[in-house]
């Protein structure tokens, strides 16, 4: 039985997995309509050339461009592709005409990798208080703070990907534009499972991860009224992955984009209620945090190295999941964590098969 009940209508629209999938975080299952335009596209280009297919399906390109600047809450002229959301982020900063040593205040639960993108660049990096023990941001210290400074920019990870925190967004948005600060926003693992229409200056992304769409494909998209604007042009361009792209937002939309955040955040609290106490697991966020993303700190005295062990166990049964290591966060966590991230298809028996397997590996 699916935990969800669009879980049937997922999981028919894509091939028999050879394991339980719990690993959307990394990536999702694209569908088979997604994989056969990609491939379809592919053959076109060898038919007829790579720019004339262009051509023909600029239309359909035309739509996936208004479509994803419709969820963050842009327009179609204000959005570029880029190969992958790293590669949107360096294009971002590569582009915009920041003073030298900027300023920049993030969240605890910041994405490593960006953090060395502003190292490199010599930014001050400052991280924002947070409310509480999970990492969500404390919207009245930043209030407060921005009475008295204010960085060139703030960014913030909507959700991590060492934990399934949900940062308020929208809330920070509001408070940073009336102290004329932009905010850039990483939807990586929100796009797909949260609502990303905050008013944020910038937005950036990928296809693979909650929206289900090809690898090779993210997107950045800057507000044309943004308090500090910057061009960014589509780089050389991986067409068919595309128009993969698209139709995986039109799936999403037939569905209900609201719907999907629903059901994915009542799998979430499902997941964690179902973990919960398992064999010296800890599940670290809290129970009803609205995404699908559940994270579990191992039993007492364990090593990174027994994690992975512990990952690798479960791969070699046929569970996908992750082991985070802490580089993920390093500002909130030296821990590392299994990663489950389940998306609709995700069975109660899935889940049961995990949690008892991880019975097994506790005390």
């Known amino acids: 039985m699916y935990v969800s009940e669009l879980g049937e209508l997922w ?56 479509d994803i600047a419709a969820l963050v809450g842009h327009q179609a002229s204000e959005l570029a592709f880029r190969e992958s959301a790293k590669a949107a982020l360096r294009a971002l900063l590569t582009h915009w005409n920041l003073p030298i040593s900027a300023s920049v205040w993030v969240a605890k639960n910041e994405f490593g990798p960006n953090l060395d993108e502003f190292e490199r660049r010599g930014y001050a990096v400052h991280t924002i ?8 941001v404390d919207t009245d210290a930043l209030e407060n703070m921005l009475q008295f400074e204010q960085p060139d920019f703030i960014h913030i990870c909507h959700i991590g990907s060492h934990s399934g925190v ?68 589509s780089s050389e361009a991986f067409i068919a992955g595309r128009l993969g792209l698209g139709i995986a937002i039109q799936e999403l939309q037939s569905f209900g984009p609201a719907r999907v955040n629903r059901e994915l955040a009542a799998i979430g609290q499902f997941t964690r209620e179902r973990l919960t106490g398992i064999g010296s697991w800890e599940v670290l966020e809290p129970i009803d945090e609205p995404s699908a993303i559940v994270t579990l700190a191992p039993p007492p005295g364990w090593e990174a190295g027994d994690v992975l062990a512990a990952r690798n166990k479960l791969r070699s049964i046929g569970i996908l999941v992750t082991s985070a290591d802490p580089w993920r966060a390093p500002l909130s966590s030296e821990q590392t964590v299994l990663r489950i991230s389940p998306h609709l298809d995700v069975q109660r028996s899935h889940l049961d098969q995990l949690a008892n397997e991880l019975r097994g590996m506790g005390y």
Do not use: M, N
């Open 11 to 66: 999981h028919r629209a894509r091939t028999e997995p050879v394991s339980i999938h719990l690993d959307s975080a990394s990536a999702s299952r694209s569908s088979k309509r997604v994989i056969e335009t990609i491939t379809s596209h592919l053959w076109r280009e060898a038919e007829r050339g790579a720019y004339v297919a262009e051509e023909q399906i600029a239309e359909s390109l035309d739509r996936c461009r208004s």
């Open 129 to 136: 208080p947070s409310a509480d023990v999970y990492g969500h």
């Open 166 to 233: 949900v940062q308020p967004v929208s809330k920070i948005v509001d408070l940073a534009r009336a102290a004329g600060v932009p905010v850039v926003v990483d939807a990586a693992q929100a796009l797909g499972q949260r609502d990303c229409a905050s008013g944020a200056d910038v937005v950036y992304g990928t296809s693979r991860k909650w929206l289900a769409g090809p690898r090779g494909v993210g997107f950045l998209a800057v507000r044309a009224d943004s308090i500090r604007p910057v061009d960014v042009e």
